[in-house]
Structures are given as C-alpha cells and as structure tokens.
T-cell receptor
C-alpha cells in the first residue's frame, strides 16, 4: 500500500528566509509525486510534480522540490518566503502502476500549515 | 479557461435528509474525482471516473452514497440519508488523465445538524 507522511503539522518561517516543507512517501513501484497548496475556503491548487527525469523540479510561485529516491523524500522548498505563501500544503503520491501492483488512487498527506511571519 | 465548478458552495441540512452535490470539470478532462476532506486532514478519495465509467470506488460508502457521471462530463454525488459524521468538505477534481495533476473545485462545505 502506498502512503505519504508530512511529519510537521506546522512550519514557521520569517519572510525572506528559505523554507522547507517535508514529505516522505512509500510506494510499491515508482512514484508520481505532487505538491498542492490550499488557501482558506479554496480548493487545492497544483504547484509541481515529479514523474521522471531531473530530480529537482521547479513549479509555480517560485517553489521547487527535490526527489530523493534513496531517502524516499520529496521536500518542497523556496529560497525566499513571502507572507502570501502562508497556506496549507499537501504532498501526494501515486504509483506509476503498469503491472507494479500499485494503485492509481492518489494518496494525500495530512497537510502542513506554513506560516510566514512579516 | 474555466476551472472546475462545484455547487452549492455551502449546504446545511438536518440528519436523515438527502443532499446532492454537482461538479462540472474542466472541458476535455476525462478523469473526474470526488474527495472528502475533514478539517485538518488531506483529501480522501471517494470515487474516480474515467469518462462515464466509475473506477476506484472502494472508499465510497455505498449504503448511503451514490455518484453518477452519465455523459462523461458533469457529475453528481448524493448522500441519502445524511448522518452527522458526513459533515465535511466535498471536493471535486478533474485531470486530463489519471497520471496527471488534478485541478480542484472550491468544494462544498456540508454541515449536518
């Protein structure tokens, strides 16, 4: 069974400082990995994804994430945080499938609340 | 391009009453998902459609929940009868295919009294 862990319920960072939101995963085969952001009373918005290729993935709003197969991690990063980045961030994983025994059902983490202080 | 549309945005009902949610996905998106999101949790899949065919519905409580996507475009999720524990946000999402990123609607916040 596939799973996602976001070990931090909340991350606090000062504006202008770099931020990291952690995500680790478990799948039976190779993963598709996603990050989404959710603002209050809004649906989730796609930020970036890793399917294959370069381990460093760049996405929307200056965010990037690094796929680390040996550590089964896909941490979200941004070099300089903005107050407007304050939101709920979700990591999601699904197995590539294709006979690996994995599931096409995406599994989401519990979410990490990012708070950027002015 | 219009995003995923959901209605209503908010719904308050008494327990044992029926309720229905509607979703219109992004044009051309074959895959449609219904999720349930409880406060402080990530979305949990209820059902996934590939065109008009329901797949991955193992998490749908079929004794009270039903869904349809008759023409492979818009979809309806129904609860009958609603229970107190059904209070949550119901999210609809669509994607060009099951391996792609998903585009989410704003959700319907259901409160069962």
């Amino acid at each position: 069974a596939q799973s996602v862990a976001q070990p931090e319920d909340q991350v606090n960072v000062a504006e202008g400082n770099p931020l990291t939101v952690k995500c680790t995963y478990s799948v039976s085969g190779n993963p598709y990995l996603f990050w989404y952001v959710q603002y209050p009373n809004r649906g989730l918005q796609f930020l970036l994804k890793y399917i294959t290729g370069d381990n460093l993935v760049k996405g929307s709003y200056g965010f990037e994430a690094e796929f680390n197969k040996s550590q089964t991690s896909f941490h979200l990063k941004k070099p300089s945080a903005l107050v407007s980045d304050s939101a709920l961030y979700f990591c999601a994983v699904r197995d590539i499938g294709w006979g690996s025994g994995g599931s096409y059902i995406p599994t989401f983490g519990r979410g990490t609340s990012l708070i950027v202080h002015p | 391009e219009a995003g995923v549309v959901q209605s209503p945005r908010y719904k308050i009902i008494e327990k044992k009453q029926p309720v229905a949610f509607w979703c219109n996905p992004i044009s051309g998106h074959n895959t449609l998902y219904w999720y349930l999101q409880n406060l402080g949790q990530g979305p949990e899949l209820l059902i996934r459609y590939e065109n008009e065919e329901a797949v991955d519905d193992s998490q749908l409580p079929k004794d009270r929940f039903s869904a349809e996507r008759l023409k492979g475009v818009d979809s309806t999720l129904k609860i009958q009868p609603a229970e107190l524990g059904d209070s949550a946000v119901y999210l609809c999402a669509s994607s060009p295919g099951s391996g792609h990123e998903q585009f989410f609607g704003p959700g319907t916040r259901l409160t069962v009294l």
